[in-house]
């Protein structure tokens, strides 16, 4: 698979036999992707590269995105193995990684394309992601409202080539003080 700027997909072709996609924002993508990319392994967590998704600008560069301008998120689209590693657990762990309750803003990370999101491929994912996001609410995230959009997964488009797996290719990169693994106790 090659990325590269304006390249569009609507997230479900060229799957693997048997995988499915999760598409999430949360604040700056390379921290994102580094994350999921380096906690679960390579047959559950096949490939998440970075881009854009929830905007209405048709081929959004990173430059565009970053203004603000385009309505897009920094976004990881994950091809995962249902067989490996649920959809519930990959939600999961997006709410332990990131603050869920800071409104377009993930640390120093500020604007819209920094936004907390799921974006949904099927309805199955779309009721499983309001079911862990209400019991995160209750559970883990009490002392803040958690303001996480769920949404459709519309159009995708890849990031510019540089930015896959930029902190691997990038050792020391900026990394989002927001992206750690938070200690919660199992949700009930």
Known sequence: MSFGEGAASNGTSNLPAGAQKATLAAGCFWGIEHMYIHHFPRDAVMSA?????GGDTKNPSYR???????GHAEAVQITFD??????????????????????????PDTGSQYRSGIFYHDAEQEKTAREVTQKVSEQWWKQGKVVTEILPA???????????KYLDNNPGGYECPSHY?????DLQ
């Open 49 to 53: 590269p970075v881009g854009y998704i």
């Open 64 to 70: 565009a995105v970053c203004s603000g301008s385009t």
């Open 82 to 107: 249902p067989a490996k590693v649920s959809y519930r657990t990959l939600l999961e762990f997006f709410y332990k990684m990131h603050d869920p309750t800071t409104l377009n803003r993930q640390g």
């Open 154 to 164: 519309g159009q995708w488009w890849d990031a510019e080539s540089y930015h896959q």
């Open 181 to 185: 693994l938070r200690k919660f106790p």
